[in-house]
């Protein structure tokens, strides 16, 4: 790209140009990806390429956020839909390279089939056929059997030159017996038995008709908007932002909108911070807009320190460019000059691609001054935290980088009135940001047409835990919790059943397994006693104590108290002590009614939102299992959750 | 080496890094909010913030040294002391605390113990527990000197010190 600033109609030119290559492999290089051997994986890809000769665009990429099968690559080519690839390593890149795109072999025990599934063959020959047993027992071995029947089947019939027959890493179908995918039509068949392979092979795969009684209809659950690029554009590239209609949302903003209807925009589109507490992006900006001031900020909150929670990570590493756009489209709706990115220095790929990021924005002219050749002038900058998870909270935020101790200040004022050096300033999470460009570029009612009535759009929700296969979903607000974790997730995953999923962290609660219906909004979820908070999901299971996890958060706010105000100091020290007592079976009936009150107190009295809510997970364990606390009290007897028997005197 | 060598050789050390302390303010100075990166910086290149370092800043750039102190041990990133040679961080996010991150933080203590008591460790291991670090989908897992290594298992975790050299 030449170094002369862009301008707004050069923006349309690479949407316009955007061509994707005939045949492709993308690897998704995040933390994740990358800890799980992803470098390896592209570094074997590029070495094979290069020896091989063959046309084939190997790109980095973000995270699609299947963590459960990192690194994972994607693949593109042979008029095949694009197939995502897990649990690689340079052995498998190797081969995957020389087979797939000489003679369209592909690796058993890799592929992940699609949940998008096809209805009918629409008369195409198809050239695959995914093979997985979903149910309980020896699954491998029973896959593997049907795998040679199928291939026995087509070997009589003439098509096994042109029909490959592939064991699949995961079917996206769980406890549905053998399942099977065929590719390119995506038509699958849950429970299919040896008796109907023969129909599989002479109706379907010879005369493409479907099997109506074995087909398992289409419908992915997961809507990607925050997430739009993560695992498909480059992250280090600007241009691959661009290609992918990246600053069409600002572009539209700065031309065609005054800031007002840019918050009137937001507005319309339902948006509310995504970063926890819920309070309407919009509101926020009108307020700060609002303030007479000669100067104002914005600020990226990308300080994710809930324990669990991965979902802002995975954006700034695989789309920093959402982000940074959705700052400058705040930036001209509030008026502000200036913008600050404060990310935790845990999250050292992040800042990077911050970093890079802002640094091509600035060479492009999409930072800096009269952008767009709009008049517009804005710079942004990075600033690190250091390992305090309360600057999360947004006044003891400002104070960190105003230079001093994360502690924080009683509101009102809100930041949005007194900020950053006393400036009116709006701090948004990184997932708000990312979306708001992505309202920007389509617009408000679109982005309103998805979720519920109070919460909107679409949400992001890190599954981790006792479950198989933990990742990243973003899906509709609304969305049952029950079809996050078993249908997209896969459900229980440790040998034990589900007995609970927690939401929003140290500031969150428990919801018991016979919730799980509950749709995910914030007020259903507040309704239980949890919060939606940053959108960490932890499944637990039987084996799990619950007196356990309240420990384990409560002993994390401990540790994490600023130590200002009394209520959250004092008292969540004091819960702790009770919680470790009761834990190590040393309790009392009584010490579960003085820990309720301690809870009340901190609720009613700390400071910030820490110590407000750092009683959620004590009560909410409290409100569904106190069974678990009161075992541990009143039988003489109790296993404690190490497995040791243990005998009271 | 003599005496006279090795002092003269920490008195280069010395003024070599109070050069680089102004140097660092200098690069900050017009910046706004810039204590916690000038801190970062100081630390990156150090490995802690000495006292004297912390005395140098508070001159280069007017800021009290209790305001200084204040901010280094408030925020835990910054240390005081001098790290280890091989800094281990066990992630005890809710995801590999469910997973066992207790068991393999104890199980890399006992095996760096055993190592010492049998003299077979040259280098210095040091051992903190971090905040979550993101790699959920790995839990649980364990950072060495940069390296993520994830989906241990706590039995097989002490493996991992075998990919240091002195060990």
Redesign the interface.
Known sequence: MDKQPLTARELDTFVQEASVAERWIRVGMD??G???GAQEVYDALIEARDSSGLDIDIQQTGSIG???A?PVVLVGGNDLPTLVLGDMDADSARELFAGYFRDGRLLDDRVIATKDRGTDFDGTQQQVILVKDTGDGDSHHRTTIFQNLIREDLEARGLDQKIAVVRALDMGLYHRGVCVQMLPSRVTYASVTGADIRRLVDESLRNGIVLDDLLVPGGDPQERISMRNCGSIDPSELESYLRAGGYQGLKRALVDMNPEQVIEELKTSGLRGRGGAGYPTWLKWKNTRGQESDRRIVICNAD???????MD?SILEGDPHSVLEGMLIAAYAIGAD?G?FYIR???PLAVKRVQKAIKQCREAGLLGENILGTGFSFDA?V???????VCGEETALIA???????SPEPRPPYPSIKG??GKPTSINNVETLATVSAILEKDGNWYAGFGTEESRGTKVF?V???VRN??LVEVPMGTPIRTIIEDICGGAGHGSPIKAV?TG?PSGGVIPVDKMDTPVTYEALLELGSIMGSG?M?V?DES?SMVD?AK??LGFCVEES?GKCAPCRVGGFQMLSLLKKIHAGDGVVSDLDTLRDICVCMQTASLCGLGQTAPNPVLSTLKYFEHEYLDLVTTPETVTSNGKGRKHG | MNADGELEKLVEWVEGVRKRVHEIAGEWQD???????I??AIQDEIGYIPRGVANELAKATG?SLA?IY??IT?????RLTPPGNHEIHVC????C???GAESIQAKLLQQIDLMKAAGGAKDDFQVDC??????????P?VVMDG?????LNPEDSPEILKQKPGV
């Open positions: 933390t994740g990358i800890a799980a299947l963590s459960y990192d994710e320190g809930d324990p669990g929670a991965f990570r200036t600050f220095v845990e999250y900058k600033r690190f935290g250091a390992g305090a998870f960190s980088i105003e230079g001093r101790r994360g950053l050096w890190a981790t835990g006792k933990p990742q927690q962290g960490g932890l637990m799990d996890v384990f958060y600023c | 910046e706004e909010g810039s204590l916690i990166m801190l970062h800021i305001r204040e901010v408030f925020y835990t990133y910054f005890m996010g809710t995801a605390y469910l997973r971090v905040r979550c670090i993101g790699c959920c989908g790995l839990s897992a390296k993520t290594y994830g989906r």
